[in-house]
């Protein structure tokens, strides 16, 4: 067998990138082929409106790939980018890790925002940290939601990372028979590190991407973060994100001095600095996520999960078992409180995080996407041979 991957770029960045890899070296070590190929000719410069388009467009330049593409057994993208390929006569499935309709469903203007966190905003703004506080325009992002759902619409299968992905698919008109469930996964370097005793006393974790722009900074949750932070002083923080934005840097490690910064960590760094945090809160304060790798990956080492109900979360957090699942602030303080004070509840709660973890193994991952292989394969070359016959 022999998959075409089609990806953005080749700059590993995201968490989409991270599973990409993560699959094809899976599929690699069972004795699949993969191919991978990126779009390189941007067709047009346009204004920011436009932008949406323009990355659409940026994946016609494939077509310069056409004959190496075709000779694959099947093509995987993420979302609408195996869009080119859509009338070809090949097997297309598109991979949801997340939504850009989830994006704009729950990322609202500044004057939404919860009364409790929305000043964060403003502040930010008035600083200078951020330049605007909503995007000048959602269009770019209504358009990628809406060839989004066209690929989904025409593909032979579309793979959804989390139910909440799955109900959003299904809520964009997406027919349900072809939405396969297939949970991501982490690398096998995160188990190589065996679970730690609790630390005494524990520390806050925020490990995520928080991006530069304003949109992503809400839709992961910066200004819930910070009122947490501000929530407590006492306890240390440590603070594991990707952005570009410096001046945001900056404010964090200046505002909170009881706190490690680590910034743009390589990835496979990362658990050297989780391990030595078991018994830890790790708080997920995003509005948005379709999955949450970060989620999974602080669990392999023992970390609490305080989690607002984004991406699998709602899926694994048992509350009181294994984390907790919250709906605001107040609930989130409570839960830490719980998880603090309580010794033998955060014994209990860590244990149970790093068990939870282990169904997130990429073994596990891969055998379902073979397993699709075969199936989707199977589908085409009957419904071809049904055509022909007719």
């Known amino acids: 067998m022999k998959v075409a991957f089609i990806h953005h770029d080749k700059k590993i960045s995201t968490g989409a990138h991270y599973i990409n890899d993560l699959i094809k070296i899976k599929l690699k070590e069972r004795g699949i082929k993969v191919r991978n190929f990126y779009p390189n000719a941007p067709l047009i410069d346009s204004p920011h409106h436009l932008r949406g388009l323009k990355n659409i467009l940026f994946f016609y330049s494939l077509l310069e790939h056409k004959d190496e593409i075709l000779k694959c057994d099947l093509i995987q993208g993420t979302t609408y980018t195996p869009l080119t ?13 997340s939504t850009t309709y989830g994006f704009l469903k729950h990322v609202t203007r500044a004057h939404d925002l919860e009364k ?4 964060i905003f403003y502040k930010l703004r008035k600083l200078n940290i951020i330049p605007e506080l909503n995007l000048q325009t959602r269009k770019p992002l209504r358009d990628i939601m809406e060839i989004e759902n066209y690929v989904a619409s025409k593909a032979d299968a579309v793979i959804a990372t989390s139910l909440k992905v799955k109900d959003e698919l299904i809520e964009c008109q997406i027919n349900e028979n072809k939405i396969e469930l297939i949970h991501n996964a982490v690398e096998d370097y995160w ?39 501000d929530h407590y002083p006492q306890l240390e923080k440590i603070t594991i994100v990707m952005t570009t934005n410096n001046k945001l840097v900056s404010y964090l490690i200046d505002k909170f001095p009881n706190q490690q910064f680590f910034k743009n960590v390589v990835k496979n760094k990362i658990p050297e600095i989780l391990n030595t945090l078991a018994g830890s809160i790790m708080f997920l304060p995003s509005r ?5 790798l970060s989620l999974i990956e602080s669990m392999t080492q023992g970390l609490i999960p305080v989690a607002y109900p984004v991406g699998v979360a709602p899926e694994v957090i048992i509350n009181g078992e294994n984390g907790f699942i919250v709906n605001n602030q107040e609930e989130a303080c409570a839960a830490i409180e719980r998880i603090v004070n309580n010794n033998d509840l955060r014994l209990k709660m860590s244990q149970n995080a790093y068990k939870t973890s282990l169904a997130f193994k990429a073994d596990l991952m891969v055998d379902k996407f073979i397993a699709l292989y075969k199936k989707v394969l199977q589908n085409y070359t009957h419904k071809k041979e049904n055509v022909n016959f007719e």
């Open 288 to 292: 948005y996520e379709g999955f949450s």
């Open 85 to 97: 390929f859509i009338p070809f006569d090949i097997p297309v499935i598109s991979h949801f890790g």
């Open 191 to 229: 188990y190589d590190y065996s679970p730690k005793p609790i630390i005494e006393p524990p520390k806050i974790v925020f490990l995520n991407r928080l991006g530069s722009d304003v949109f992503t900074f809400k839709l992961k949750g910066l200004d819930r973060l910070i009122h947490l932070y």
């Open 116 to 119: 409790e966190t929305r000043e």
